[in-house]
């Protein structure tokens, strides 16, 4: 699944992926997330819940559109 941390340097988004599997999601829950920032060069960290969570919304908030773009094409 695709999420973002926020770069505090530069306030760009730092899109990565992350595991989603039942196994991985269980055992990273409380743990940090890594990523290099292509935007300042620094590592940044994230709660992998707080980051698996915005990622899962944002996924969730993407279909909504579709949903709600494709109801109104259909209208038309």
Same mark, same amino acid.
């Given at each position: 699944?695709?999420?973002? $941390? ?6 760009? &988004? %730092?899109?990565?992926? $992350? ?5 991985? %999601? %269980? ?7 890594? %990523? ?8 940044? &960290?994230?709660i992998y819940k707080e980051v698996y969570m915005a990622g &899962?919304?944002?996924g969730f908030q993407d279909d909504m559109a579709l949903v ?6 259909? &209208?038309?």
């Amino acid at each position: 699944m695709g999420s973002a $941390i926020v770069c505090p340097e530069t306030g760009e &988004a %730092v899109p990565f992926r $992350i595991k989603t599997d039942a196994r991985t %999601v %269980v055992q990273a829950w409380n743990h940090f997330v890594r %990523v290099r920032c292509p935007h300042c060069g620094e590592s940044h &960290a994230g709660i992998y819940k707080e980051v698996y969570m915005a990622g &899962a919304l944002t996924g969730f908030q993407d279909d909504m559109a579709l949903v709600l773009l494709d109801q109104d094409l259909r &209208a038309r």
